[in-house]
């Protein structure tokens, strides 16, 4: 199993954040590295969605919300081939802090047997995940 995460600060609230966040239709407008999400966000809601790396490679993939908790987290799971070869939880998490602003941190776990050859494919959504949270962060900034 191999794990990676990245938070930030956000200076806006965590009701803010979350709008932002959830309107999947417009993530095009502001996120360089989630380009396309199509879909409800609600626990079980089939998603479509497209990811571009740093590097300018795009992946497409089809998933389900697993869990989310309104203004708290969201979540969501897939897999490669059968789900031995490897599955990947990618969770977001919305953080009030007492000074008004929102923690916000996007994890992925990797599990299964292809875990132990997918290194550069590991950094290259962590440098993802980076470039995502600045752009969130600059966007509820605005």
């Known amino acids: 199993m191999k ?3 990245e938070a930030i600060s956000i200076n ?24 396309y999400i199509k879909g409800q966000p609600e626990k079980g809601a089939q998603l479509e969605i497209k990811v571009k790396s740093a590097e300018g490679k795009s992946t497409s993939f089809k998933t389900k919300i697993n869990s989310i908790k309104e203004k708290e987290a969201l979540s969501w799971k897939g897999h490669a081939g059968f789900k031995s070869m490897l599955e990947a939880e990618h969770c977001f998490q919305f953080a009030a802090q ?3 602003t929102t923690l916000f941190t996007q994890s992925e776990t990797f599990e299964g047997l292809l875990t132990a050859v997918i290194d550069s494919e590991i950094k290259e959504t962590k440098e993802g995940f980076k470039e995502m949270n600045k752009a969130l962060k600059k966007h509820c900034e605005a």
């Open 12 to 35: 806006a609230s965590v009701e803010k954040v979350w709008e932002i966040f959830t309107d999947f239709e417009n993530h095009k407008a502001w996120n360089p590295f989630i380009v």
């Open 3 to 5: 794990s990676i995460e």
């Open 98 to 100: 007492d000074d008004g």
